[in-house]
């Protein structure tokens, strides 16, 4: 018999039996021996070709000008956040990466794209896709290589997680599908995807110091499980995060980078280091970092710990040559891949400048050098905005409306009011990098922000609309209705605003926002509460107030804010957002804790106690009925489910991956002995720029090669053929983990007067006390017109319905009885039935 979801906020002992803390499992870093960096074998057939080129690519370059392109030129040296140095021999410019998730950092004439969170709360692939693909051409237009974006680290372990927002949903499944469509999106357009910050980067503070520690449990069925969808869908970089993971550094982690990433998901692209992130010469090389970035900082000689200090470790051998090649070629695959089809030959010029807003200026702006035309000011807005606008809308979340308050209905006069609503005095880019609370919030602040090309506020949207369809706006009498806006931001720990530096300090709105909505809420019975924040607000008294007669969720809708906002209000579209996080009464409710007063500050670290229980997984652990569930959103109209069916199929048992890889393999000439030292010198007369970052050796001994190999192993210098792992074998993972085990299929219909869009969500009872109540493992995008009935089909994977076993290091399908859940939310379930036994 399936559990009865209606006993579950009030049976203690089913809560009790449903879950237990993996608090005490051990960590166990696969065999522990120790393992090589795993070099690039581009099998797979979409990486063929790639890895073709970039190894007949690479086999053309000296040991310097693959050295090259594996460091950054240094902090603003070149035009963009980041740069890589380049092959001038071959006419090979550097790379240029840019940040964010959610457009272009630092230039003009591009699109504020809305957040990740947003694109998630649509739920649908369809936007995600189309949005990755916008946001692709808006950086090719510029002439940038790598967009430093999606995220799916921060997952959002903790709601108050200051950059919660630049990625999707604290929930694994949402986020990695959100994840593998931004990217397909993204590389579909000859840019290089990012997928960031890996790993455990879930908060703000002590980011550059905390040693995160976790059990191998929750690491693979929560925060690796994004980052695989990332791998399968082909992203070509990972960006390492600033954090430690069970005592090393992220950027020198031999489990993380070497095991997890490049061997147990088979990762074929590059692995760059966060600004900074990288912490030593010989470890980070070792443990499989790929490109430093930006470049500099290292000790004398070099300014650097890469660069010609990384030259030096090869020479000396204390890097091994294969280790450097697979560095370049896997830069140079990741390359090939998207220059394919219609983007095979181009490449545009970089075409502007992040660091001035002048027309002119120096092409190095750090020593100053070089003055050119940097910002063209070549316009990729496209017709971006009707997308925007699109994505806006149908982010919306509708968290109350009783009586059909909404859609509105013509009323003779609005009340708009809060500062959330207003344009913002000075502009929307008033503040650098939104680091500020006035006006709009449309995003939240950090580097994942882009200059908003213009910001339609609400009031501005409103005054048209209501404008142009009210024949009296009469402000004398009491209005019909009242809009109240309110917000909350985040952002990243280098702006602190009111005291939250970064991560939110709590969970309330900022500005007075809960003081105003109660004050116009007690003087006007048809009070609209609009809300723009960057996760969950405290809004239990709004839910309940008899005054408040609607609330939306409208999040970081990006430069077409207000337009968007009125596409909802006034019914043009009908809202289909749903949350894509859980809604509590107090951030103490979600059980994870973020660590905001380290007891040693200086080398803090934390134990993700919590395991596979953030988010809905522990509210429905807990029993604590959630304000906004997980899932959650109204409508328009209304839906009807049924006609649940559950269909097994035969499967061939799964088979665990073996055998070894090829050798590490050297591409084309290696430079070694004293004739290396010689080629890897700067050209007689060569005159360095300081702070400039180069690949040539100076003297010959290890002055300036920064040791510390301390995430490493005696195994990393390991050339010979390598174990495949059992989880492992294709990017993503096993491939028998995306075979189809089961359909699940209803039939949804739209019992109401207008079209809508349904969100049927299916989530999985896996079984056993170590399990979540219920994972989501599918949803849709249902499109009814009135009357109308379409059927949902979900396919469940073999990964859909496994759990991650530490001890045969793989996936297995338990023992246990499996249910199936569909409904609206996660708690608003409509259909449920239980999963027939595997035949195999
Ligand atoms: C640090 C941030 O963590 C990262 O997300 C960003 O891409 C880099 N800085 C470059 O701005």
Same mark, same amino acid.
Do not use: K
């Given at each position: 018999m399936a559990p009865a979801r209606s006993l579950l906020f009030t049976a203690a002992s089913l809560v009790a039996a449903v879950a237990a803390i993996t608090k005490d499992v051990p960590f166990l870093p696969g065999t522990g021996a120790g393992f090589p960096s795993p070099w690039g074998s581009g099998k797979s057939p979409e990486w063929k070709e790639a890895y073709a080129k970039a190894k007949e690519f690479v086999g053309q370059l000296t040991l310097v000008e693959k050295v090259n392109l594996t460091t %950054?030129?240094?902090?603003?040296?070149?035009?963009?956040i980041g740069m890589t140095g380049s092959v001038p021999r071959l006419g090979f410019r550097g790379f240029c990466l840019e940040d964010g998730p959610l457009g272009i950092r630092y230039t003009d004439h591009n699109s504020a794209f809305p957040a990740g969170i947003n694109v998630a709360a649509t739920f649908s692939r369809d936007l995600m896709r189309r949005r990755g693909e916008a946001m692709g051409e808006e950086f090719h237009g510029k002439g940038i290589d790598v967009q430093l974006g999606p995220v799916a680290?921060?997952?959002?372990?903790?709601?108050? %997680?200051?950059?919660?927002?630049?990625g999707f949903s604290p929930d694994p499944y949402l986020t990695g599908v959100a994840m593998a469509e931004t990217i397909r999106g993204i590389q579909s357009r000859g840019v290089i995807a990012c997928a960031k910050h890996?790993?455990?980067?879930?908060?703000?503070?002590y980011r550059g110091r905390i040693d995160v520690k976790i059990d191998d449990r929750a690491m693979h069925e929560l925060y690796l499980w994004p980052f695989a969808d990332a791998v399968k869908a082909d992203v070509g970089s990972v960006m390492c995060s600033y954090n430690k993971v069970m005592g090393e550094w992220a950027c020198e982690n031999e489990y993380t980078t070497n095991y997890l990433l490049k061997n147990e998901l088979d990762f074929q692209g590059f692995v760059m280091s966060d600004w900074g992130a990288q912490h030593s010469t010989l470890g980070s090389a070792l443990a499989g970092l790929d490109m430093a970035m930006p470049g500099d900082g290292g000790p004398p000689p070099y300014g650097s710990l890469w660069g010609g200090a990384l030259t030096a470790a090869v020479l000396n051998g204390s890097v091994p040559a294969w280790r450097v090649d697979d560095m370049a070629v896997r830069i140079m695959a990741a390359y090939y891949l998207v220059h394919t089809g219609n983007y095979t030959a181009r490449r545009p010029d970089?075409?502007?400048?992040?660091?001035?807003?002048?027309?002119?200026?120096?092409?190095?702006p750090s020593s100053n050098k070089t003055w050119a035309l940097v910002n063209q000011r070549v316009d990729v807005q496209a017709g971006h905005a009707a997308l925007i606008r699109e994505i806006g809308a149908k982010s919306v979340v509708l968290l109350k409306n009783v009586n059909k308050t909404l859609p509105l209905k013509r009323p003779t006069s609005i009340a708009v009011i809060g500062e959330d609503a207003q344009d913002t005095p000075g502009g929307p880019n008033a503040c650098p990098e939104r680091g500020c609370i006035r006006g709009t919030l449309a995003m939240g602040y950090g580097s994942g922000t882009a200059d908003f090309p213009y910001l339609v506020s609400p009031a501005t949207a409103l005054k048209l609309r209501a404008g142009a369809a009210t024949p009296r706006r009469d402000s004398q009498t009491s209005p019909e209705a009242a809009i109240v806006f309110a917000m909350a931001t985040a952002g990243e720990n280098f702006i602190t605003i009111d005291g939250n530096a970064g991560d939110r300090n709590n969970l309330t709105l900022w500005n007075g926002g809960d003081a105003l909505i109660r004050a116009v809420a007690s003087v006007n019975p048809n009070t609209i509460v609009v809300l723009h924040t960057v996760g969950p607000v405290v809004i239990d008294y709004a839910k309940e107030h008899p005054n408040i007669t609607a609330i939306l969720w409208a999040g970081l809708p990006g430069q077409e804010s207000g337009n968007a906002l009125v596409d909802v209000l006034y019914g043009d579209v009908n809202p289909q957002g749903r949350s894509p996080f859980t809604w509590g009464?107090?951030?103490?409710?979600?059980g994870a804790e973020l660590l905001f007063n380290a007891s040693d500050p200086v080398a803090p670290s934390q134990t993700f106690g919590e395991g596979v229980f953030v988010d809905y997984r522990w509210f429905e652990r807990e029993g604590i009925a959630p304000v906004v569930a997980f899932g959650e959103g109204g409508s328009y109209t209304t839906f009807e489910y049924g006609g649940l069916k559950i269909k097994g199929y035969e499967t061939e048992r799964y088979q665990a991956s073996g055998g070894v890889t090829g050798e590490a393999e050297t591409v084309g000439k290696v430079d070694g002995g004293e004739g290396g030292w010689e080629a890897s010198r700067a050209p007689g007369g060569f005159e360095r720029i300081v702070p400039y970052v180069y690949p040539w050796v100076v003297g010959n001994g290890t002055a300036g090669v920064g040791n510390g190999t301390t995430g490493t192993t005696g195994m990393a210098m390991n050339g010979s053929a390598q174990p495949v792992l059992p989880a492992g074998g294709a990017p993503g993972g096993n491939p028998g983990l995306w075979e189809v085990l089961y359909t699940v299929s209803a039939n949804i219909k739209n019992t109401g007067a207008v079209k809508g869009t349904e969100i049927p969500q299916l989530y999985l009872q896996l079984g056993g006390e170590s399990n979540p109540f219920s994972v989501l493992r599918g949803f849709d995008e249902v499109v009814l017109e009135p009357g109308e009935t379409k059927t949902v089909v979900f396919n469940l994977t073999r990964r859909d319905v496994s759990n991650w076993d530490t001890k045969s290091a793989n996936w297995v399908i338990n023992g246990e009885e499996k249910f199936v859940f569909i409904g609206s939310s996660v708690v608003n379930i409509k259909l449920h039935g239980a999963l027939p036994a595997l035949k195999e």
């Open positions: %950054g030129t240094g902090w603003e040296a070149d035009v963009c680290g921060p997952l959002g372990r903790v709601p108050q %997680g200051g950059r919660n927002w630049e890996y790993i455990l980067n879930e908060q703000e503070h970089v075409n502007f400048s992040a660091w001035t807003n002048q027309t002119a200026g120096p092409l190095h009464r107090d951030a103490a409710e979600y």
